[in-house]
């Protein structure tokens, strides 16, 4: 068999977004940590919608709406290989 040689880079594939999986309270999923921290924020809900905190000039806390802590990393599932 012969190498199809061309010239250029090939096309880029298509963006897959990352899938968001929340943890139950007091459960545990079977993922592999890939991070090394967490990327956090503090966040409202605010409109129907979560949405980040952004101080100093925040329409939810001026709506005085209280704020939550979210935290995200990257995780890897053995048993899916997602």
């Known amino acids: 068999m012969t ?3 061309h010239h250029g880079a090939p096309p880029p594939k298509p963006f897959r977004p990352l899938t968001l ?7 545990a ?13 503090m966040t409202h809900y605010y409109n129907r ?6 101080q100093p000039k925040c329409e939810a806390c001026d709506a005085h709406i209280p704020y ?3 935290s995200y990393l990257a995780g890897y599932n ?5």
């Not at 999923?29 to 924020?41: E, I, N």
């Not at 053995?78 to 997602?82: D, G, L």
């Open 68 to 70: 939550r802590w979210h």
């Open 49 to 54: 919608r979560t949405t980040p905190c952004e």
């Open 3 to 5: 190498p199809n040689f």
């Open 29 to 41: 999923l079977p993922f592999v940590c890939l991070s090394p921290d967490l990327l956090s924020c």
């Open 78 to 82: 053995p048993n899916t290989r997602e």
């Open 21 to 27: 999986i929340r943890c139950p309270a007091g459960a």
